[in-house]
């Protein structure tokens, strides 16, 4: 260890001996150099007076650590007035890992402080790296190490990691008794449904749960799923559930424990209570790790979550745990639900219905959840957490709120028979089956995740075999003219592709190009650009946008009839499609065909003419919502019309208005320009043609340039045709070639043109009267006062025959640049 | 290291319970609430005996008597350097988590001879030398204890197996 002096000494100090030469062992607290500082003071001069004395003090330092010392960075008469290092101390144990405050290496208590502590030694060793014990720490070095064997170990047998969560990803879990009773009840209409459920029961989980049943439903598929992805990937459980509530599911899903070993980590070691932290289980880096989970917000939408759908199959239960996460903003996800419920019965829609007008009650802000998530483990969250939790089990305990809703669902099965037979004709005709059961199990996702899991682990193979192939043909090929590829056995960390660049762009491409607008889908106040779905949205290449223009490609509506989706028939390009288009696109890592989503729009909405009084009730609704976010524009990366016009208003301009300077001031302006860039001027002219780029936001930022009056920028504005070129861009570029510029050339006609600055400027243009037509063109015009006004400077000959030369191809440039307008 | 400690404990006893059989309640009580204990210090694996129940006196507040009690209780101490043997509860890269009965003992990887390696790919992982010895969950185990750490409920040690005569038994 390299031993730094602390900033506590009294510097300037000045070394007088070194006490232990290179070699010696040093312990702990025993003094390795004498050093003298000095200092201010007070001392009776014996008369009873006080006095201010300077003093010099020997004083000893003393090493705060233990090991053979092997080398000095000091030597004795160094004076030091900095903190810097003194010491290499070589030690015998580093305490890399640590275990409860002991070094688990030399068995030292990493706790102990004395006066002489400057860092403590439990800080040599931050990192968590085991799942299941939060006791055992280990330093950097040590946690990138045992990284860097996993990774080889996975690359080896070509797999990555897949950190996988369990409440509503791959199993849905309650405590509703009611699914008890079901499982039992034969004649019960969910009975077919409850067949595959598991259940356990938790002796003593938390206060006030106290053998608490728990009834977990394995979302369809998984056992294959599981299975089929172990394949390719290494699994990890991370859970906001209890640390025995996690061993449980995992003695479910995997009782041999073949496919999660002991790679558990539940809430007891998360460390955090409101969010997943990859960080945790791979300290050092993430670039092999692939997340599920069926709640971005928790992972902070990080660029290795792969978002499920949740698995909602006890309907209006939720997840369990949800308690210990940020409130969940709920879009739709009852909506797929209501979709299938559509086609079946219109019953079950309803009761959906109102399980989803629950959920949307626990809608919370963003910033409330930023709150929530920002709110770290004090033990006051912790405990409103817990009680929130408890809460909620003992609702779902008491209330039973599937059976309320089964409930709801017979009373108004028992009109519906009567009233209209023609529902469903099946279901008449056996009136014992003809309940309906409230749980379905239609859940297709873990088929379509095991195929996206595959694609994204091909992918990342085949990036890594690339550059590894490409590499070693490269070296190999520079060493001995021929390729040699030998599969998986000389993995190279180095070339390791990033899982956070590749699936990203695997993603990216699905809905890139599509930018949608949300119509009564989010609800008003929500920061559009930060909502789940938008944020869902976005890492799939899709654009937000607040208002309808030509560039939107996709209406996406939460209900009919809005404003905003009058307001889109308008535009032919745009499609109108409802909520569920986005999500199972999303879900499907698919564009999906709009055709089967398209909202069915109203007669009365399509192609309304606006007149005055059906534009300000059209507008007054939508407006207002989209006013609220007032930086969204940012959104667009070049801007379009709209917001040029809206450019010119501030600046006191419209599109038309003249911009540039009169004659005169181009004149004299002219004449600057002369004098600044001399005869340069001529060179930089045949770039003119090409630099005449269209960006007509640049109209105003040249303008106010121009108005400083400062030399530089109206040179700019005088080379060129003010009113029928009034393209600034060119200035910064041409300014910037002419810097840039390093040719003789130019230091030539620099000295020809301080000849020049003695011209006065309203010389310049009675002496060429011919050159009124060529006013447009002062490069040329310049080039002949060079012509006139210095004809027997022998010296610039030669660059005289080169810049005509030049001058000949010129006009030509010119009129092509002039034509481009 | 086992020692018979004598100690005291105060147990107070409700109303209800006032009766011919307090004597047997109280040693009940006295066995459910000190047996097991960690003090941080040490484990109380057992109360052997009473030596004095003392006389019970009724606290005017509530109506609970409370008993003064002197028991001998066998406890463990762990120390530094003493051999004891543990079941493995689970490896990892970094090392092996044991349980030497109430104590948990880690063991990292320095601490293991360097001919036992890390073999992550079977199933359950596995430390071992690829010949008799194999340290995996559920194996018992021979260490000695390099250092220990009372916490404030529990007590953390640190062992190794890189010595002769310990390891896999």
């Keep these: 260890m390299l031993l730094r002096l602390p900033r506590s000494l009294h510097y300037p100090i000045t070394v007088t001996s070194l006490l232990k030469r290179e070699g010696d062992q040093v312990e702990r607290d025993e003094p390795i150099f004498w050093y003298i500082y000095e200092t201010t003071v007070e001392e009776g001069d014996g008369l009873g007076n006080k006095v201010q004395v300077k003093r010099k003090f020997p004083t000893r330092f003393e090493s705060p650590t233990d090991g053979e010392l092997s080398e000095w960075k000091i030597s004795k008469g160094d004076v030091i007035t900095e903190p810097i290092d003194v010491v290499e101390i070589e030690e015998p144990c580093a305490h890399e890992v640590q275990f409860g405050g002991l070094c688990a290496e030399c068995g030292k208590d990493m706790t102990e402080a004395t006066y002489n502590t400057e860092i403590m030694d439990s800080t040599r060793a931050p990192i968590q790296m085991s799942h299941d014990n939060t006791t055992l720490t280990v330093s950097e070095k040590e946690a990138a190490r045992v990284e860097e064997d996993a990774k080889r170990r996975l690359l080896a047998s070509r797999r990555l990691s897949l950190v996988v969560d369990l409440d509503q990803t791959i199993i849905h879990a309650t405590v509703d008794p009611t699914v008890g009773e079901w499982k039992e009840d034969k004649d019960n209409p969910n009975y077919e449904a409850l067949r595959g459920v598991r259940q356990f029961q938790l002796i003593d989980d938390g206060p006030g749960m106290h053998g608490c049943w728990y009834y977990i439903k394995l979302r369809p598929g998984l056992e294959e799923f599981l299975e089929k992805v172990a394949v390719s990937y290494e699994l990890h459980i991370y859970t906001m559930g209890t640390r025995a509530y996690a061993q449980n599911i995992a003695d479910i899903i995997d009782p041999s424990r073949k496919l999660f070993g002991d790679r558990i980590l539940s809430r007891d070691e998360s460390g955090s209570l409101t969010a997943k932290n990859l960080q945790r289980l791979f300290p050092v880096d993430t670039k092999m790790v692939v997340i599920i989970d069926d709640r971005g917000d928790v992972w902070r939408w990080s660029p290795n979550l792969i978002k499920v759908s949740p698995y909602d199959f006890f309907v209006g239960i939720g997840d369990i745990n949800s308690s210990f996460l940020p409130k969940k903003q709920d879009i739709g996800a009852t909506n797929k639900l209501i979709k299938e419920a559509k086609e079946k019965e219109a019953k079950e829609h309803h009761s959906n219905g109102k399980a989803a007008k629950q959920e949307s009650e626990s809608e919370v802000s963003a910033l409330q959840q930023l709150v929530t998530m920002g709110g770290g483990d004090n033990p006051g969250l912790l405990h409103e957490q817990t009680n929130e939790q408890e809460e909620t089990i003992l609702h779902q305990v008491e209330d039973r709120p599937l059976l309320q809703k089964q409930k709801e669902l017979d009373a108004e099965d028992a009109p519906s028979v009567e009233s209209s037979e023609s529902a469903s004709a099946d279901e008449s005709q056996d009136s014992n089956k003809h309940r309906h059961h409230l749980l379905e199990d239609h859940d297709r996702e873990l088929f379509q995740l095991q195929d996206r899991l595959e694609r994204v682990h091909a992918q990342f193979f085949d990036e890594y075999d690339k550059k590894r192939s490409h590499a070693l043909g490269g070296r190999v090929a520079a060493l001995r003219g021929e390729r040699t590829f030998s599969k998986d056995k000389d993995v190279d960390l180095k070339l390791v592709p990033d899982i956070k660049d590749i699936m990203p762009l695997f993603k990216q491409g699905v809905l890139g190009g599509v930018v949608v607008v949300f119509s009564g889908v989010l609800p008003l106040g929500t920061d559009l650009q930060n909502a789940d779905i938008s944020l869902w949205a976005k890492s799939f290449g899709v654009v937000i946008a607040s208002k309808i223009n030509a560039r939107t490609t996709h209406l996406v509506a939460g209900r009919n009839r809005t404003a905003k989706v009058r307001e889109a028939t308008r535009y032919p390009n745009i499609k109108i499609v409802t909520t569920q288009w986005l999500l199972d696109s999303l879900v499907n890592w698919q564009h999906l065909d709009e055709d089967p989503y398209l909202l069915p729009v109203h007669p009365d909405d399509r192609g309304e003419p606006l007149s005055p009084a059906s534009r300000e009730r059209i507008d007054s609704p939508w407006v207002s919502s989209s006013e609220e976010l007032p930086g969204t524009s940012v959104w667009y990366e070049d801007l379009d019309d709209e917001s040029d016009s809206e450019m010119f208003k501030s600046t006191g301009l419209n599109e038309s208005s003249h911009i540039g300077y009169d004659e005169n001031e181009q004149a004299a302006v002219h004449d600057e320009l002369k004098e600044f860039l001399g005869s340069d001027d001529e060179s930089e002219s045949d770039n003119e043609a090409l630099t005449e780029d269209k960006s007509t936001t640049n109209k105003k930022r040249k303008r106010g340039k121009g108005a400083d009056g400062e030399a530089v920028d109206e040179s700019a504005e005088d080379d060129g045709d003010d009113e029928s070129d009034p393209h600034g861009s060119r200035l910064s570029q041409r300014i910037k070639r002419s810097y840039e510029r390093s040719t003789g050339l130019r230091e030539v006609a620099t000295a020809s043109s301080s000849e020049m600055g003695e011209t006065h400027p309203e010389h310049v243009r009675p002496s060429e009267p011919d050159e009124e037509p060529d006013a447009e063109n002062p490069g040329t015009s310049h080039i002949r006062d060079v012509e006139h006004e210095s004809p027997g400077d022998d010296d610039d000959d030669e660059l005289e025959r080169e810049m005509l030369a030049a001058f000949d191809d010129e006009p030509d440039d010119n009129a092509e640049g002039e034509d481009d307008n | ?169």
């Design chain 2, 1 to 169: 290291m086992f020692f018979l400690k004598e100690e005291t404990k105060t147990i107070s006893v409700h109303p209800s319970n006032f009766g011919p059989e307090m004597r047997n309640l109280i040693v009940g009580q006295l066995n459910a609430e000190e047996e097991g204990r960690c003090t941080g210090d040490h484990f109380v694996i057992s109360v052997m005996d009473m030596v004095d129940v003392g006389e019970g006196r009724v606290i005017p507040s509530n109506g609970n008597a409370e008993y003064t009690i002197k028991y001998r209780a066998i406890i463990w101490k762990p120390f530094r350097g003493e051999t004891v043997d543990a079941i493995v509860t689970s490896v990892k890269a970094t090392g092996i988590f044991t349980m030497a009965g109430p104590l948990s003992v880690f063991i990292a990887r320095k601490n293991i001879p360097s001919d036992i390696k890390w073999e992550p790919n079977t199933v359950p992982p596995q430390y071992t030398d690829h010949a008799d010895q194999v340290i995996e969950r559920g194996t018992s185990l021979r260490l000695k204890i390099l250092g220990v750490k009372p916490d404030v409920m529990a007590i953390n040690a640190i062992g190794t197996i890189k010595e002769d005569f310990l390891g896999p038994l």
